[in-house]
């Protein structure tokens, strides 16, 4: 053996030992000298190697600014008399216009209006909640369970169909359908009952709502489960099978759980979404059952900003709108985490 592969004291011996045992991290940078964990790359080391994908992402990144986050600052008109007409220039209109500090705040607190409009968002919502949102995970486990491929994505091709369709023309084949004059109606009349007018009744307008969602949106809601049942691992069907566990054991002890993860993130984002429940579905039938029944958040922002002009008011009601949604993202995600899901973000 040569002197060169020989530690020539046991000092040096150790230093070797020690030289060996120290993490590098990448870059040459050690985890203490550079105060990074293990393996972490540096900023500079993963800007360079991700700069074409952020190159990419550039025009997306900047169409959401533009569109997202830079009208976010029009909100101050909410704690102002705006006057749009002081200046061609909306900029200049919104540093002319006087300030009034929480008065419009006010004015909708007290606006019996404004609660009515509370009073009908939740409702939709409560009733999405509990009669849509389960719907695309039967289907889901539905179609899931039918062998033969062919059958299952034509199945899945007439319930997405719908997605496609725009609101006037869902609103259209409803009308056909359960109008005073659709087909519902002729029928009952044909064997001597009175006819229903479905589309014109205050009482059952929600339940109407939800329906035209569940026909139109299930579809996008089967494909995300869908998705998320494909990567479930056969072998542990197989598995649960050999330890005798039937069709219903496996679903609940296998895929149940495979589904949570989604579902608890879906939720989150449908709780988030809770005070917005469809303007363009309800702003067209709003004048068919009345604004008692029928107004909600978004048209009630909608009338007095677009058609009344109060654009000051209308935005101090979007405002708080905004801010409850956040807090209602906030709680259940909250809610997911205690869970043990992941929900929109990580502790």
Do not use: C
Not at 101 to 119: K, P, T, Y
Not at 192 to 214: E, H, K, R, S, W
Not at 229 to 251: F, K, N
Not at 307 to 330: E, M, P, T, W
């Amino acid at each position: 053996m040569s002197h060169s592969t020989v530690p020539r004291s046991r000092a040096e011996a150790k230093s070797k030992t020690a030289r060996e045992k120290t993490p590098v991290a990448s870059g040459g940078v050690t985890g203490a000298e550079g105060k990074r964990p293990p393996g972490k790359l540096s900023l500079k080391v993963r800007f360079r190697r991700d700069r074409l994908l952020l190159l990419m992402t550039l025009p997306a990144l900047v169409l959401v600014l533009l569109f997202n986050y830079v009208p976010i600052l029009g909100n101050v008109v909410a704690f102002q008399d705006y006057d749009p007409y002081i200046s061609e220039n909306g900029v200049v209109s919104i540093l002319n216009s006087p300030w009034v500090g929480l008065e419009n705040f006010q004015r909708i607190f007290e606006d019996s209006a404004f609660w009515d409009a509370v009073r009908n968002t939740l409702v939709l919502f409560f009733l999405q909640l509990v009669l849509y949102f389960p719907i695309p995970i039967l289907l889901a486990l539905l179609i899931n369970s039918v062998v033969r491929p062919r059958v299952r994505a034509v199945a899945q091709a007439v319930l997405y169909l719908p997605h496609f369709f725009s609101w006037v023309l869902v609103i259209a084949v409803f009308q056909q359908m359960f109008g005073g004059a659709g087909m519902l109606s002729q029928l009952l009349r044909e064997n001597g009952y009175n006819g229903l007018d479905i589309m014109t009744n205050p009482d059952t307008f929600a339940f109407l709502v939800t329906a035209q969602t569940v026909w139109k949106d299930a579809g996008w809601g089967i494909i995300v489960f869908l998705a998320a049942l494909a990567s479930v691992s056969p072998d542990l069907y197989e598995a649960a099978a050999m330890d005798g566990a039937g069709r219903w054991r496996r679903m609940w002890h296998v895929t149940l759980p495979a589904l949570r993860p989604v579902i608890a993130l879906l939720l989150v984002l449908r709780v988030g979404d809770a005070l917005t429940v469809g303007f363009e579905q309800i702003l067209l039938q709003r004048d068919a059952v009345g604004p008692g029944a029928a107004e909600v958040l978004d048209t009630f922002v909608w009338w007095n900003g677009v058609r009344n002009q109060d654009f000051s008011y209308a935005a101090a009601a979007g405002l708080v709108k905004g801010v409850v949604s956040l807090g209602l993202v906030l709680a259940a995600n909250k809610v997911a985490h205690l869970m043990g899901e992941q929900g929109v973000y990580k502790k």
